[in-house]
């Protein structure tokens, strides 16, 4: 579960998949003769439930994450994953060769099942990915739950009742239709801009979650890409397809599940040990020629009359202000000369020990990590003579 993703992992998974992709069209007649399709419903199904389990996984996920944070991305997340989990459990029962259910199972019914599951999963992803995160007042988890089923039960209906007139999809012995591959494609070219999107955000943020969201998109893009070349539900092009879609979902859930979760825990047992810091905790980042505040806590923000939001995006010199900018100049020297510093300033009455430390932070940003502690009472105020001796002899103006 802390495996991490990176670029050259990323590469390596990519370039393997397009790889074994042309090897096995490459070698497709050879490997026929290993091919048995009789086994295919058989595996057919069990690679549709691994995919549905994983559906199932992330749906339960968003729902009790939305209680907790009511994030709308995670309630979309939850909707998403219900609504293609449902398409595809119906896609697996009514794929050709399955018993009897509600009607007789055939290629048209299940082929319709599949794209409407990858037209409204492609599209939502790519929702997820662009819709900034925001908090909603009101718990809508019951509401979209009752939307996802009437939905997909609406849909359901219209494939069952009328699987006669709706458009071929696939003419077996043939291949896919032009309407069929129309509809692949459109769903390939959402896809491709996910992945655009997910690289994108992974060059602004470095964030590893966005390359496994990335790789995803690589595995399921080659999956729609693959169904329209196949000619039959049972040939070896329709079984790569699954395996590839098999993988998509698995690095889905290794984005959306594993990484959340991992970066959630992390996040509350940093918050809980920064807040309960008997001093001042701050970390800060360069702009321009300012260090801004990118978090800030422990419980002498409180004493000091300060709450995280008023403060973060702010410089540190304004948050800790003195006559000399001796703050910021601190930092711009410790970062060129990559020393850490400790001084003492004087902030509302209160006689602060400073220290900070260039450093750099999990995503290859070089920070300015600081702590504040309150000396007020503790010892008479003074001026340490060897911080004096340095303020003296340093021209801060070199450093800047």
């Known amino acids: 579960m802390s495996e991490k993703m990176t670029e050259t992992k ?104 599949w794209i409407i599951g990858r037209v409204i999963q492609s599209i939502l992803m790519l929702s997820l990915l662009l819709i900034p995160e925001r908090k909603v007042k009101r718990d809508y988890r019951f509401v979209s739950l009752i939307f996802g089923i009437s939905l997909t039960s609406i849909i ?13 999809l696939v003419i077996e012995g043939k291949g896919t239709t032009l309407l069929k591959n129309g509809l692949e494609y459109g769903v390939s070219f959402i896809l491709f801009i996910s992945l655009m999107v997910s690289l994108y955000q992974y060059y602004l943020e470095k964030q590893n979650d966005n390359l496994y969201f990335a790789l995803a998109f690589v595995f399921l893009l080659l999956t729609e890409l693959i169904f329209t070349i196949y000619q039959s539900v049972f040939d070896l092009d329709n079984f790569l397809g699954h395996i590839y879609k098999v993988f998509g ?68 010199s304004e948050i800790l202000p003195s006559a000399d900018d001796s703050i910021n100049n601190y930092c711009h020297l410790s970062k060129k000369l990559q020393e850490g510093f400790t001084f003492e300033m004087v902030f509302q009455d209160k006689d602060l020990l400073i220290s900070i430390k260039s450093s750099v932070d999990e995503n290859g940003q070089e920070v300015i990590l600081g702590t504040a502690i309150d000396l007020t009472g503790v010892f008479p105020r003074r001026v340490n003579p060897k911080q004096k001796r340095l303020d003296e002899n340093i021209n801060f103006k070199k450093v800047m």
């Not at 825990?265 to 020629?289: A, D, H, I, T």
């Open 10 to 113: 990323f590469l390596v998974y990519t370039v393997s998949a397009i790889l074994l992709l042309m090897m096995v069209r490459i070698f497709l007649s050879q490997m026929y003769t290993i091919y048995d399709q009789k086994n295919y419903v058989g595996i057919h199904s069990l690679l549709e439930i691994v995919c549905i389990a994983i559906s199932v996984t992330i749906f339960l996920y968003g729902l009790k994450n939305f209680g907790t944070t009511r994030s709308i991305r995670m309630l979309l997340l939850a909707f998403t994953f219900f609504v293609v989990g449902m398409f595809d459990l119906f896609h697996t029962l009514s794929f050709k060769g399955m018993p009897f259910f509600i009607t007789a199972s055939s290629v048209q019914k299940a082929t319709w099942f």
């Open 249 to 316: 979902f698995y690095f889905i859930l290794k984005g959306f599940y594993f990484t959340e979760f991992i970066h959630t825990n992390e996040q509350e047992v940093e918050q809980k040990s920064m807040s309960n810091y008997p001093g001042l905790f701050f970390r800060l980042e360069k702009q321009v020629s300012q260090y801004v505040c990118k978090a800030i806590d422990g419980e002498l923000t409180q004493r000091i009359c300060y709450h995280q939001e008023e403060v973060i995006g702010r410089p540190i």
């Open 156 to 168: 359901g209906y219209i494939i069952f009742a009328f699987e006669k007139v709706l458009p071929l």
